[in-house]
């Protein structure tokens, strides 16, 4: 069992992000060109000298007008099982308003990136597994549902 769930889960290698490179062409002649500064806080702006395309490097926060470590906070405190409201409420005691819909959006749009980034973590799998039944009644049929759980790492 171990080795089919191994097998069905390829590897995954996290590719690290080269900000030495254009967002556009790739060439590697860029050039730091000013700093922007927003309301979440000074960006690095670069310059590439092929295209003459002007870019910052924003991983997984483009066009968000809000500071990076918000968002995080947010989606932590969302994932974590706090309501979409008592997360709006509790950014704003720190001086941060921001709507519970926007909260429920970027809870959405994150999990679906988490979704597929744990999709292609290979888990690690011990060789003892712990079982369990349940038989339920679905709309007047009788289904059996298993749960199995390894014993180390609890996956």
Same mark, same amino acid.
């Not at 700093?35 to 310059?47: A, D, E, F, S, T």
């Not at 980034?117 to 039944?133: C, H, L, M, N, S």
């Not at 349940?134 to 749960?147: E, P, S």
């Given at each position: 069992?171990?080795?089919?769930?191994?097998?069905?889960?390829?590897?995954?290698?996290?590719?690290?992000?080269?900000? #030495?490179?254009?967002?556009?062409?790739? =060439?590697?002649?860029?050039?730091?060109?000013?700093?922007?500064?927003?309301?979440?806080?000074?960006?690095?702006?670069?310059?590439?000298?092929?295209? /003459? $395309?002007? %870019?910052?490097? /924003? @991983?997984? %926060?483009?066009?968000?007008?809000?500071?990076? &470590?918000?968002?995080?906070?947010?989606?932590?405190?969302?994932?974590?099982?706090? =309501? =979409?409201?008592?997360?709006?409420?509790?950014? &704003?005691?720190?001086?941060?308003?921001? =709507?519970? $819909?926007?909260?429920? /959006?970027?809870? $959405?749009?994150?999990? &679906?990136?988490?979704?597929?980034?744990?999709? #292609?973590?290979?888990?690690?799998?011990?060789?003892?597994?712990? #079982?369990?039944? @349940?038989?339920?009644?679905?709309?007047? /049929?009788?289904?059996?549902? %298993?749960?199995?759980?390894?014993?180390? #790492?609890?996956?």
């Amino acid at each position: 069992m171990r080795e089919a769930v191994q097998e069905e889960v390829p590897k995954t290698i996290i590719k690290q992000v080269d900000l #030495t490179k254009c967002k556009r062409c790739k =060439s590697p002649n860029v050039v730091k060109q000013g700093i922007r500064r927003l309301k979440r806080g000074p960006v690095q702006g670069y310059k590439c000298k092929d295209c /003459n $395309k002007r %870019f910052t490097h /924003n @991983l997984g %926060f483009e066009k968000k007008h809000v500071a990076p &470590e918000q968002i995080t906070q947010a989606v932590d405190l969302l994932f974590s099982g706090l =309501s =979409s409201r008592k997360v709006a409420k509790s950014l &704003e005691m720190t001086g941060f308003k921001i =709507s519970c $819909k926007t909260v429920q /959006n970027w809870g $959405k749009a994150y999990a &679906e990136i988490m979704e597929r980034f744990a999709d #292609t973590i290979k888990p690690q799998v011990g060789e003892a597994w712990r #079982t369990d039944e @349940l038989y339920l009644k679905i709309k007047g /049929n009788r289904k059996y549902l %298993f749960a199995m759980l390894d014993s180390d #790492t609890r996956f």
